[in-house]
C-alpha cells in the first residue's frame, strides 16, 4: 500500500481503527500492520491504542478532541468521576486525567493526546449520562449528580464529613436534594447514600 493512497483514505478521520482499514483496502491486510508501523516510527502515524490509530497532525485534517476520544478508546463508557465534575464546575480542581466508568474491566492508556483512566461498575448502573457537545463534538459524560454518586461509589472507604468537605464541592452546581438522592439510591449503597445526605446538608449551609 502506498502512502498516498492510504492518506486520502484516513486524512479526514480523527482516528481509524485497522479494521476500517481492511475494509478500505482489502487486498493489502497482510502488509497493513507491517506498513503502520514503518509509517508510526516514522513520526506519520500515532498508536493511541492497540489497534486505533491516528496521523499526526500534520497529515490529518480532523482535529482529535481528547473528551471524544476517551469514549472512543475503551467502549461502552463515559466520563466521569473526576474530569466530569471539574467540567460541571462542581470542584475547583483541575483534571489532568480523562477519567470514565465502564461496564468493562477497568483499564488506562497513554497517548499523545492524554492520559486515559476506565473504572468498572456493575452493569445495573452503567446508565444516566448523556450527550454534551464539547469542543463541536458529541460526547458521553455524566451530568454532576451522577459524576458525584459514581466518585463517592468507586472511591474507597468512608465518606465522613471533613472528607466531603475536602472535595470542595460547588453547591451552585450541585442537582437539588431530591434529584440527588434518587441518583445515589440507585446505587444501592449506604456509603453513597450517607455521603449524598451529607453533601446535601452542606449544600444547605447546616453543620455536617
Same mark, same amino acid.
Given at each position: 500500500?502506498? /502512502?498516498?493512497?492510504?492518506?486520502? $483514505?484516513? =486524512?479526514?478521520?480523527? /482516528?481509524?481503527?485497522?479494521?476500517?482499514?481492511?475494509?478500505?483496502?482489502?487486498?493489502?491486510?497482510?502488509?497493513?500492520?507491517?506498513? #503502520?508501523?514503518?509509517?508510526? =516510527?516514522?513520526?506519520?502515524?500515532?498508536?493511541? @491504542? =492497540?489497534?486505533?490509530?491516528? #496521523? %499526526?497532525?500534520? *497529515?490529518?485534517?480532523?482535529?482529535?478532541?481528547?473528551?471524544?476520544?476517551?469514549? +472512543?478508546? *475503551? &467502549?461502552?463508557? *463515559?466520563?466521569?468521576?473526576? /474530569?466530569?465534575?471539574? /467540567?460541571?464546575?462542581? +470542584?475547583?480542581?483541575?483534571?489532568?486525567?480523562?477519567?470514565?466508568?465502564?461496564?468493562?474491566?477497568?483499564? @488506562?492508556?497513554?497517548?499523545?493526546?492524554?492520559?486515559?483512566? *476506565?473504572?468498572?461498575?456493575?452493569?445495573? #448502573?452503567?446508565?444516566?449520562?448523556?450527550?454534551?457537545? +464539547?469542543?463541536?463534538?458529541?460526547?458521553?459524560?455524566?451530568?454532576?449528580?451522577?459524576?458525584? %454518586?459514581?466518585?463517592?461509589?468507586?472511591?474507597?472507604?468512608?465518606w465522613t464529613a471533613e472528607r466531603i468537605r475536602e472535595l470542595r464541592l460547588d453547591?451552585?452546581?450541585?442537582?437539588?436534594?431530591?434529584?440527588?438522592?434518587?441518583?445515589?439510591?440507585?446505587?444501592e449503597s449506604s456509603k453513597v447514600e450517607r455521603a449524598v445526605r451529607r453533601v $446535601?446538608?452542606? $449544600? &444547605?449551609?447546616?453543620?455536617?
Open positions: 500500500m502506498r /502512502w498516498n493512497a492510504f492518506h486520502a $483514505a484516513v =486524512r479526514t478521520l480523527p /482516528w481509524f481503527d485497522l479494521q476500517t482499514l481492511k475494509t478500505v483496502f482489502p487486498h493489502e491486510q497482510r502488509t497493513l500492520p507491517v506498513q #503502520l508501523s514503518r509509517w508510526k =516510527r516514522a513520526g506519520a502515524v500515532l498508536q493511541l @491504542r =492497540r489497534g486505533l490509530y491516528a #496521523l %499526526c497532525e500534520q *497529515y490529518r485534517s480532523a482535529p482529535v478532541h481528547a473528551p471524544a476520544l476517551a469514549n +472512543i478508546l *475503551y &467502549e461502552p463508557s *463515559y466520563l466521569s468521576l473526576e /474530569w466530569a465534575m471539574s /467540567w460541571h464546575g462542581l +470542584i475547583p480542581e483541575y483534571a489532568p486525567l480523562l477519567t470514565s466508568v465502564t461496564p468493562r474491566e477497568t483499564a @488506562r492508556f497513554s497517548n499523545a493526546f492524554g492520559e486515559f483512566v *476506565y473504572r468498572t461498575v456493575r452493569p445495573a #448502573l452503567f446508565h444516566g449520562y448523556r450527550s454534551e457537545r +464539547i469542543s463541536q463534538v458529541d460526547v458521553f459524560v455524566a451530568p454532576p449528580g451522577k459524576a458525584l %454518586c459514581d466518585y463517592l461509589y468507586l472511591t474507597p472507604g468512608p453547591p451552585e452546581t450541585l442537582p437539588e436534594p431530591d434529584e440527588l438522592e434518587r441518583t445515589a439510591v440507585a446505587f $446535601a446538608q452542606l $449544600a &444547605e449551609g447546616e453543620a455536617l
